[in-house]
T-cell receptor, first 114, second 111 residues
Framework: KAGVTQTPRYLIKTRGQQVTLSCSPI?????VSWYQQTPGQGLQFLFE???????NKGNFPGRFSGRQFSNSRSEMNVSTLELGDSALYLC?????????????FGPGTRLTVL | SQQGEEDPQALSIQEGENATMNCSYK?????LQWYRQNSGRGLVHLIL???NEREKHSGRLRVTLDTSKKSSSLLITASRAADTASYFC???????????WGAGTKLIIKP
């Protein structure tokens, strides 16, 4: 069974630009969660999608958005990039939700904002 | 906000020794999970323990949960170089749809 894949693996953007990150969950998993990981703040929850519906959202500004498609693939978008958005963005999938069962993580997308 | 806080922040031990790390949390939980992160394999799930469980084992790993003290511990026995990683606890904090993570314990196994 293929694992969680994320594309691209690395991104370099400049302030003010926008970026779209993609996540393909494990086949059959309907829940996809997104996290931002930085050295100073650890893992911060961004949002969780299940069957194309956002069930929960973390404490991030509206510049951070996401969606999930009917095949469970998910994208997240960050508009008007700021220097502080530089981070590792992790996507994780699980059958029904993070709180119920283990999450399987992708390798992450390393975003650098210059 | 962080629900879990791991202790210690860093731990360095000799190969073959046991490593214990702790996690404390603030609100009631349904379950608590431990994950490991290293540069080679990314973030990997280790154990999930539910609020009605007190102890769980998986290979060389032993997790305990004390809901009265709002704390959990992860014990790695007979440590190996490959155990070098950061270890995180994550709780559902009563929410069905998200996990809240601690800052992690950085474990270094010296050969």
């Amino acid at each position: 069974k293929a694992g969680v894949t994320q594309t691209p693996r690395y991104l370099i953007k400049t302030r003010g630009q926008q970026v779209t990150l993609s996540c393909s969950p494990i086949s059959g998993h309907r829940s996809v969660s997104w996290y931002q990981q930085t050295p100073g703040q650890g893992l911060q929850f961004l949002f969780e999608y299940f069957s194309e519906t956002q069930r929960n959202k973390g404490n991030f500004p509206g510049r951070f958005s996401g969606r999930q498609f009917s095949n469970s693939r998910s994208e997240m978008n960050v508009s008007t990039l700021e220097l502080g958005d530089s981070a590792l963005y992790l996507c994780a999938s699980s059958p029904t939700g993070a709180a119920y069962n283990e999450q399987f993580f992708g390798p992450g997308t390393r975003l650098t904002v210059l | 906000s962080q629900q879990g806080e791991e202790d210690p922040q860093a731990l360095s031990i000799q190969e073959g020794e046991n490593a214990t790390m702790n996690c404390s949390y603030k609100t009631s939980i349904n379950n608590l999970q431990w994950y490991r992160q290293n540069s080679g394999r990314g973030l990997v799930h280790l154990i999930l323990i539910r609020s009605n469980e007190r102890e769980k084992h998986s290979g060389r790993l032993r997790v305990t949960l004390d809901t009265s003290k709002k704390s959990s511990s992860l014990l790695i026995t007979a440590s190996r170089a490959a155990d070098t990683a950061s270890y995180f606890c994550a709780t559902d904090a009563g929410s069905n749809y998200q996990l809240i993570w601690g800052a992690g314990t950085k474990l270094i196994i010296k050969p």
